[in-house]
């Protein structure tokens, strides 16, 4: 079965500083793995995605992810956070690997909070 | 552009007063999907559509129910409310083949009096 872990419920950055959101998951097929972002009283908005090929993807407002298959990791980074970066952050992987069973396990989730 | 649609985003109800949550969806995605989240935690699912296949959460409460009387809307129905049913109720679709990528409402915040 999979899950996903998020290490930190919380974390807080400096603006301009390095934003680093960590997440694992455990996958008894090939996973697919999501990040998604939710601002105040808003739906999950997909920031990026990892199907196959590329380990590193680029998504939206400038975030990025790598597959790491040997660390079982899927960590979110941003070189320069903005305030504008404070929400919360779900990671997820697909159930069931391609064979599109229909969901995804969210992890807990990771509040992030930027200072100015 | 094609979107998820929910209305109301603010729905107030009564103890115990049967209320229903409207989702539709312009993208033509054969699944639909029924979250509730509570603050400060991740989605959990209540139910999906695949297609016309209701499936059903093993711990989803008798007193949620879902209808999808086509491809483009679906319903949350909850037939007492209780002040745990208090939440975000969130609906989502994805598309056949998309490794469960899943697009997501705005919402509709429930509150219980």
């Known amino acids: 079965a999979q899950s996903v872990t998020q290490l930190g419920s919380h974390v807080s950055v400096s603006e301009g500083a390095l934003v680093l959101l960590r997440c694992n998951y455990s996958s008894s097929v090939p996973p697919y793995l999501f990040w998604y972002v939710q601002y105040p009283n808003q739906g999950l908005q997909l920031l990026l995605k990892y199907t196959t090929g590329a380990t590193l993807v680029k998504g939206i407002n400038g975030f990025e992810a790598e597959f790491k298959k040997s660390e079982t990791s899927f960590h979110l980074t941003k070189p320069s956070a903005h305030m504008s970066d404070a929400a919360e952050y779900f990671c997820a992987v697909s159930d069931g690997g391609s064979s599109n069973t229909g969901k995804l396990i969210f992890g807990q989730g990771t509040t992030l909070q930027v200072k100015p | 552009d094609a979107m998820v649609i929910q209305n109301p985003r603010y729905q107030v109800t009564q103890f115990g007063k049967p209320v229903t949550l409207s989702c539709s969806q312009t993208l033509n995605h054969n699944v639909m999907y029924w979250y509730q989240q509570k603050s400060s935690q991740a989605p959990k699912l209540l139910f999906h559509y695949y297609d016309k296949d209701f499936n059903n959460e093993a711990d989803t409460p008798d007193n949620f129910q879902s209808r999808r009387p086509n491809t483009s809307f679906c319903f949350l129905d909850i037939r007492s409310p209780g002040l745990g049913d208090a939440a975000m109720y969130l609906c989502?679709?994805?598309?056949?083949?998309?490794?469960?990528?899943?697009?997501f409402g705005p919402g509709t915040r429930l509150t219980v009096l």
């Open positions: 989502a679709t994805s598309k056949k083949g998309s490794y469960n990528e899943q697009f």
